[in-house]
């Protein structure tokens, strides 16, 4: 009932940057917080930043001084900027939404495919 399309990963080098989107379409009644998570190899999964609708974002610490999210809610979509990376920066990032698209059910978490973010000399 809801996908979420993304775009602008890619390679690139140490200190360098990159822009990621996320857009969301399909059936759904309300959609609550949007976010990126990423996953290195060999690694869990782990949360990069969250924002919800009404604009609250969360960062985690390992990125809150060089990643910014932000959000259109008239578009359903998020933006992750991404600077200042580093090879630890390197992995698989994918889009989340919490939507709603019942009002007999509860909301719940939809996931992007992931999109590879790589950065190395």
């Known amino acids: 009932q809801v996908q979420l399309v993304e775009s602008g990963g890619g390679s690139v080098q140490p200190g360098g940057s990159l822009g990621l989107s996320c857009a969301a379409s399909g059936r759904f009644l309300s959609i609550y917080t949007m976010g990126w998570y990423r996953q290195a190899p060999g690694k869990e999964r782990e949360l990069v930043a969250t924002i919800s609708s009404g604009g609250i974002t969360n960062y985690a610490d390992s990125v809150k001084a060089r990643f910014t999210i932000s959000r259109d809610n008239a578009k359903n979509a998020v933006h992750l900027q991404l600077n200042s990376l580093n090879p630890q920066d390197t992995g698989v990032y994918y889009c989340?939404?919490?939507?709603?698209?019942?009002?007999?059910?509860?909301?719940?978490?939809?996931w992007g495919q992931g999109t590879q973010v790589t950065v190395s000399s």
């Open positions: 989340k939404a919490l939507a709603r698209t019942s009002w007999v059910t509860p909301s719940h978490d939809y």
